[in-house]
């Protein structure tokens, strides 16, 4: 079974509705797919711009609309917060769960992000569950145990055919936003480690089928021979989406 390849944009806390738009448009003008579409290109814009997105991808095959974040509660009395049901009802795809960043700076836990990945499921989007470790863990030779217990957490509660609708990002966290990316051999290693993770749980012909993206400083430049490595399937990409020339770039890497 040939498993989905991917090239998803996040752009993080980035462009306001207007530069949001001109951005997408710029992508689109690209052309990425004049025959048919090889590669799920998805974009993952704040809150304030799914809609919009959403109207500006709808006739454009091969793009994705993803939301990066979302609250784990149906509705209620949690002001500021955005639930899985309005995001579907934006035309959202995909959401993007657990990124470091969130882990980080809101203090969203294992069993929070779980509830996450449920809201989402159930509002029938899919996720993009995202785990890595930080750079003490690696130096201890720790990476191994931590990412697989973050997915144990986040994801493993899920019946198989829920978690067909799972797309898996590893993102060393050393790695995001500082420009060191894991080596080839390294993203390999990890996310073959992911792979086997999952035939343990699911057996192997959900683990084949499962879509596992590199995240952390990837680049026009790095993208080709990170793409080529077996077991990684596509890319999370930050930095480098806020450009339309530098993201169509990666995307065409994984074509
Ligand atoms: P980066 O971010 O590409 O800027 O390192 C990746 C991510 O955090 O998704």
Known sequence: MQRKKMVAGNWKMNKNLYEGKQLVSEILERGLFEEDPTVEVVIAPPFTSLELTAEQIKDHKGFYLAAQNCHHEA????????????????????????????????????????????????????VIFCCGEPLDMREAGNQNDFVGTQIERGVFHLSEKEFADVVIAYEPIWAIGTGLTASDEQAQEMHAFIRSKIAEKYGQDVAEATTILY?????????????????????????????????????????
């Open 75 to 126: 509705s209620g009395a949690f002001t500021g917060e955005v639930s899985a049901a309005m995001l579907k009802g934006c035309g959202v795809d995909y959401v993007i769960i657990g990124h470091s960043e969130r882990r980080q700076y809101f203090r969203e836990t294992d069993e929070m992000l779980a509830s996450k990945v449920n809201a989402a499921l159930n509002c029938h989007m899919k």
């Open 215 to 255: 995240g952390g400083s990837c680049k026009p430049s790095n993208a080709k021979s990170l793409f080529a490595c077996p077991d990684v399937d596509g890319g999370l990409i930050g930095g480098a989406s806020l450009d339309a020339k530098d993201f169509a770039e990666i995307v065409k890497a994984r074509m």
